[in-house]
């Protein structure tokens, strides 16, 4: 009876591996740990618990004890097994870290009086179903503050959708804040908030999915100003990035959909798209908001794990390389992030493999507007 309490802890074990990389399951080809544990067999005590063992240290420790010949296979081929599983799970993660859709082109690059907003309560995220899902948002929120009481819940334009092509386009905006956003699409069960869909605004319809943006931003010399994040952020900790944030609804006086002059809101909003983006830059990178030209807007893409939508814009800066790195170091948010490269624009594509996939989607949207340039010349 013993044995078979054993056997049945260490079968639970392997259970809790394949449900901690469910969400991976698709990625790299991954067979599940408990595809392996037929080949276990019934096992003695201390056997089992050394596979208890070598699924909590990760390490042959088996081999320090003599095994009868079919056991120690055994463990052999549950060791294989778990590495393989590990290391498909490692490069499932890479894949969906690193994977983007886009959702906008707009390579020629759109000025703030060629894009214009709708924002509206339908472009708010829609309940789930499901009680329980959508009751972990309070739940996970909850845990947050009660590991940093810095946290702060505030308001954020939720992407919705857009309308219209080059040389207009309108973004759709809802309403929504970080709470809800910690809740749904940084969710360790985020993919059940997702429905299944060809329509992205439905796919992600009760997601928070807060609009981020970032800048691709080209100093006089021709040098493109790459990021790499500070291992203190709450998101890919120590991953290069563009420079970028969020635009901000309450820069615009807005808390709620409450409001008697929707065009003129609808124009603030639209306004608030570049200014945020030159704010980030400033704030992130040091130079001088007179330095930068007006942004152009060059499209949208998603990053795949998570569906985190971004807005890209292209800003050229009239300062050097050189002087721009002598500013980064008094930079106003200077702790978001613990270097800065500079980088010519024909070597960013292997930086942009150690970039989230909203970011990598940034690039791609750049490469797209430098081609169209290439075109129209």
């Not at 703030?112 to 339908?122: A, I, L, M, N, R």
């Amino acid at each position: 009876m013993k044995q078979r309490k054993l056997m049945d802890r260490a079968l639970k074990t392997l259970d809790s591996i394949t449900l901690t990389n469910e969400e991976y399951s698709g990625f790299g080809g991954l067979r599940t740990i408990t595809e392996k544990r037929e080949e276990v067999g019934y096992l003695k005590s201390y056997e089992l618990d050394l596979i208890n063992s070598l699924l909590t240290q990760g390490g042959p420790t088996h081999r320090k004890i003599q095994l009868d010949s079919n056991t120690k296979r055994s463990l052999n081929q549950l060791e294989i097994g778990f590495h393989a599983v590990r290391r498909s799970v490692e490069a499932g993660k890479v894949i969906m870290e690193n994977a983007f859709k886009l959702l906008l082109s707009c390579p020629s690059g759109l000025s703030s009086s060629q894009v214009s907003v709708k924002f509206d309560e339908s472009y708010d995220r829609v309940p789930h179903p499901d009680i329980n899902l959508d009751s972990s948002i309070s739940e996970i929120w909850d845990q947050k503050v009660q590991q940093s009481t810095s946290l702060f819940n505030g308001k954020k334009f939720r992407y919705g959708g857009h309308s219209g092509l080059e040389p207009h386009v309108c973004l759709h905006l809802g309403l929504t804040d970080y709470r809800t956003f910690m809740g749904t699409n940084l969710n360790p069960s985020w993919e059940r908030f997702l429905v299944a869909s060809e329509d992205d605004c439905k796919q992600c319809q009760h997601t928070s999915s807060p609009l981020g943006n970032g800048a691709i931003v080209e100093t006089s010399d021709n040098m493109i100003l790459v990021l790499q994040r500070s291992n203190n952020v709450g998101e890919f900790p120590g991953y290069l990035v563009f420079p970028g944030g969020h635009p901000e609804p309450e820069e615009v006086g807005i808390t709620s959909h409450k409001c008697e002059n929707s065009e003129l809101r609808n124009s603030k909003i639209s306004q608030e798209m570049f200014d945020s983006i030159i704010r980030e830059v400033v704030e992130e990178i040091g130079v001088p908001a007179s330095t930068l030209n007006d942004p152009l807007f060059i499209g949208i893409s998603r990053r795949v794990l998570n569906v985190r939508p971004t807005a890209f814009f292209f800003i050229k800066c009239n300062l050097e390389s050189t002087k721009v790195q002598q500013l980064y170091s008094s930079a106003q948010d200077g702790f978001e992030s613990t270097k800065l490269y500079i980088i010519q624009p024909g070597k960013l594509e292997s930086m942009a493999s150690k970039m989230p996939g909203c970011h990598r989607g940034g690039f791609a949207l750049y490469k797209l507007m430098l081609e169209c340039g290439k075109n129209i010349k």
